[in-house]
T-cell receptor, first 113, second 115 residues
Framework: DAGVTQSPTHLIKTRGQHVTLRCSPI?????VSWYQQVLGQGPQFIFQ???????GRGNFPDRFSARQFPNYSSELNVNALLLGDSALYLC????????????FGPGTRLTVL | KQEVTQIPAALSVPEGENLVLNCSFTDSAIYNLQWFRQDPGKGLTSLLLIQSSQREQTSGRLNASLDKSSGRSTLYIAASQPGDSATYLC??????????????FGQGTILTVHP
């Protein structure tokens, strides 16, 4: 079975632009979470979705938004990009949003110039 | 607010040594604790999951323990190999309030195993 997949692998944008990152969870998993990992730090929670509804939001500005589709895949959108948004964006999937083991994708490396 | 701390920040050992990585967390209201491995520039690979009601989990040369009441976990790696070189991350899933279902990570321990 395929693991969590993310696209694109790498992305280079300039300040002020908009970006959309995509994630497909493991088959059967209905919960998707997004994390931001800045170089040298542990990942920081951005959003969690379950059954197409937002179940949690981390301490990120409104420039960050997400959604989950009927097939449980998810998109993370970031508007008005800042240099500080440069990071590895990780998607995790699990059966449900509680205590299940979470499985991560390979990440999308976003560079903002 | 949950805070997770990992000690040491970096560790360099010769091949064959047994080693211990430490993780502490401030809020004992957790569902479980998960240890991950991350290779440079890559995603996270789940190593072990310990439910809050469990004391330890083992997988091959890895053993993780959990003392929920004291807010501590250790990851024990036996007979280390150069292929074990990576960053090891500890994360807890919150059991209630704003932490529910959310992974809170430590900053990681960078492990280097020399041949």
């Amino acid at each position: 079975d395929a693991g969590v997949t993310q696209s694109p692998t790498h992305l280079i944008k300039t300040r002020g632009q908009h970006v959309t990152l995509r994630c497909s969870p493991i088959s059967g998993h209905k919960s998707v979470s997004w994390y931001q990992q800045v170089l040298g730090q542990g990942p920081q929670f951005i959003f969690q979705y379950y059954e197409k509804e937002e179940r949690g939001r981390g301490n990120f500005p409104d420039r960050f938004s997400a959604r989950q589709f009927p097939n449980y895949s998810s998109e993370l959108n970031v508007n008005a990009l800042l240099l500080g948004d440069s990071a590895l964006y990780l998607c995790a999937s699990s059966f449900w949003p509680g205590g299940n083991e979470q499985f991560f994708g390979p990440g999308t490396r976003l560079t903002v110039l | 607010k949950q805070e997770v701390t990992q000690i040491p920040a970096a560790l360099s050992v010769p091949e064959g040594e047994n080693l211990v990585l430490n993780c502490s967390f401030t809020d004992s209201a957790i569902y479980n604790l998960q240890w991950f491995r991350q290779d440079p520039g890559k995603g996270l690979t789940s190593l072990l999951l310990i439910q809050s009601s469990q004391r330890e989990q083992t997988s091959g040369r890895l053993n993780a323990s959990l003392d929920k009441s004291s807010g501590r976990s250790t990851l024990y790696i036996a007979a280390s190999q150069p292929g074990d070189s990576a960053t090891y991350l500890c994360a807890v899933i919150g059991a209630g309030g704003t932490s529910y279902g959310k992974l809170t990570f430590g900053q990681g321990t960078i492990l280097t195993v020399h041949p």
